[in-house]
C-alpha cells in the first residue's frame, strides 16, 4: 500500500507541466505548438524567454526531488526510490497533457540529486561539460543519463541503479528523434531556433 501511494504522489507530483503553465502564463503561447511542441526547459529556450526556461528547468528538477525527500520522509528508502520513478513516468506522459509530456531530463537531475546528491551532482557537471563543449542539450542529457546507473551502482542507495538504469533508457527513447539527427549533423545547437 505504502508503494502505491508512494508511485500515485510521484506521478501526480511529476505530471506538473510547468513549461506549459509558465510559458502560457507569460502569454508566451502553447508551448505544445512551439519548436519541437516538448514541454520541457530548452523548447521553452526556443520562446527566447531565458527566465521562463530557467524557471521550467529548476521546477521540473524541483518536483523530482520533492517526490522522492518527501515519500522518503513518509515511507523509507524504497518509497523514495518509487515516487522518484513515479515522477519521472509522470512528466514523460502527463494525465493532464493526454500523456503527451517531456523527455525528463531535469525532472531525472532532480532525482538523482535526492536519491543521492553526489550522483546528481556528477550528472549535472556531465551535462553542464558536454553542453559546453559541443552546445547540444540533447547529447549532453544522452551522456549525463547514461553516466547516472553506473554513478548509483557505486554511490547509491540499493536498488536505486536499477531504477536509475530503467529512467536513462527511457531517456534515450525520448530522445530517438535527437539522436537520428545527431547522427546525421541536424541536431541544433543550444541558443538556435
Do not use: Q
Not at 21 to 40: C, M
Not at 102 to 121: C, E, H, R
Not at 151 to 171: D, H, K
Amino acid at each position: 500500500m505504502s508503494s502505491l501511494f508512494a508511485a500515485a504522489f510521484g506521478y501526480l507530483l511529476g505530471s506538473i507541466p510547468f513549461g506549459v503553465l509558465i510559458t502560457r502564463a507569460l502569454g508566451l503561447g502553447d508551448l505544445r505548438a512551439i519548436g519541437s511542441g516538448n514541454i520541457g526547459a530548452t523548447n521553452v529556450l526556443r520562446t527566447g524567454h531565458k527566465g521562463a526556461a530557467l524557471a521550467t528547468l529548476l521546477l521540473d528538477g524541483a518536483k523530482g526531488a520533492a517526490a522522492v525527500l518527501l515519500a522518503r520522509a513518509w515511507g523509507g528508502e524504497a518509497a523514495g526510490l518509487v515516487a522518484g520513478a513515479a515522477a519521472f513516468l509522470g512528466h514523460c506522459f502527463p494525465v493532464w497533457l493526454g500523456f503527451r509530456g517531456g523527455k525528463g531530463v531535469a525532472t531525472f537531475l532532480g532525482i538523482l540529486l535526492a536519491v543521492a546528491w553526489p550522483v546528481g551532482l556528477i550528472a549535472c557537471a556531465t551535462w553542464a561539460a558536454v553542453a559546453v563543449v559541443f552546445r547540444i542539450s540533447s547529447l549532453a542529457a544522452l551522456v549525463a543519463a547514461a553516466s547516472a546507473p553506473v554513478s548509483l551502482a557505486f554511490l547509491g542507495p540499493p536498488g536505486s541503479a536499477l531504477a536509475g538504469l530503467g529512467m536513462a533508457i527511457l531517456v534515450f527513447v525520448r530522445h530517438a528523434a535527437n539522436i537520428a539527427r545527431l547522427r546525421d549533423g541536424s541536431e541544433p545547437r543550444i541558443g538556435r531556433r
